[in-house]
Antibody, heavy 121, light 105 residues
Framework: QVQLVESGGGLVRPGGSLRLSCAAS????????MSWVRQSPGKGLEWISY????????SYAESVKGRFTLSRDNGKRSLLLQMNSLRVDDTAVYYC??????????????WGQGTPVTVSS | IVLTQSPGTLSLSPGEGATLTCRAS???????LAWYQQRPGQAPRLLIS???NRANGIPDRFTGSGSGTDFTLTISRLEPEDFAVYFC????????FGQGTKVDI
């Protein structure tokens, strides 16, 4: 069955960096887009980035563009989110999600359990 | 595209029906609208895609309908496990989510 396991969350100071990982199993990883979606009490659910099958195309939400970098390693079946210049409002639970692309956007058919990120001084 | 869900909270009893609404600030291309269920302490789960297509393993008491800017999720007979928060999400462009409707006992 599809499994997505996130790791790398934690407490970081404003301006700091964090790297999130997602380990995928139970499906052919390279056949799917993959995304990160975050959830905070104040802002609800927010899509932040998706990456195409081979990693040649990546899209970001405006709120993280220029600060976050999404990549994938199909050989290791893993998804990586490098988060730099973190701000207090980046505090959220971060979910890795298998994604289905339609014309201009994606939706999410399987989700991991999430990893919490807290940005605080 | 901004999605507005109503009501914020729906207080119902098991066996009753529920109607949840999602309104978009502009027409959603090809009715690319999904619904998710989120139980406490769990990740969201896909229920419906393309406004009305039930995802694998989703019971037929969940029905999605609507087009353009107005969409509805109907739960015909609430089971105890259906008391949760429901989100709509559009993927006609850069993905956005509604703020959620809590279905409460």
């Amino acid at each position: 069955q599809v499994q997505l396991v996130e790791s790398g969350g934690g407490l970081v100071r404003p301006g700091g960096s964090l790297r999130l990982s997602c380990a995928a199993s139970g499906f052919k990883f390279e056949d799917y887009y993959m995304s990160w979606v975050r959830q905070s009490p104040g802002k609800g659910l927010e899509w932040i980035s998706y990456i195409r099958f081979s990693g040649d195309t990546v899209s970001y939400a405006e709120s993280v563009k220029g600060r976050f970098t999404l990549s994938r390693d199909n050989g290791k079946r893993s998804l990586l989110l490098q988060m730099n210049s973190l701000r207090v409002d980046d505090t959220a639970v971060y979910y890795c999600a298998r994604s289905l692309f339609r014309v201009a956007g994606v939706y999410f058919d399987h989700w991991g359990q999430g990893t919490p990120v807290t940005v605080s001084s | 595209i901004v999605l507005t869900q109503s009501p914020g909270t729906l207080s119902l009893s098991p066996g009753e029906g529920a109607t949840l609404t999602c309104r978009a600030s502009e027409t959603i291309r090809s009715n690319y609208l999904a619904w998710y269920q989120q139980r406490p302490g769990q990740a969201p789960r896909l229920l419906i895609s393309a406004a009305s297509n039930r995802a694998n393993g989703i019971p037929d008491r969940f029905t999605g309908s609507g087009s353009g800017t107005d969409f509805t999720l109907t739960i015909s007979r609430l089971e105890p496990e259906d008391f949760a928060v429901y989100f709509c999400q559009q993927y006609g462009g850069s993905p956005t989510f509604g703020q959620g409707t809590k279905v409460d006992i």
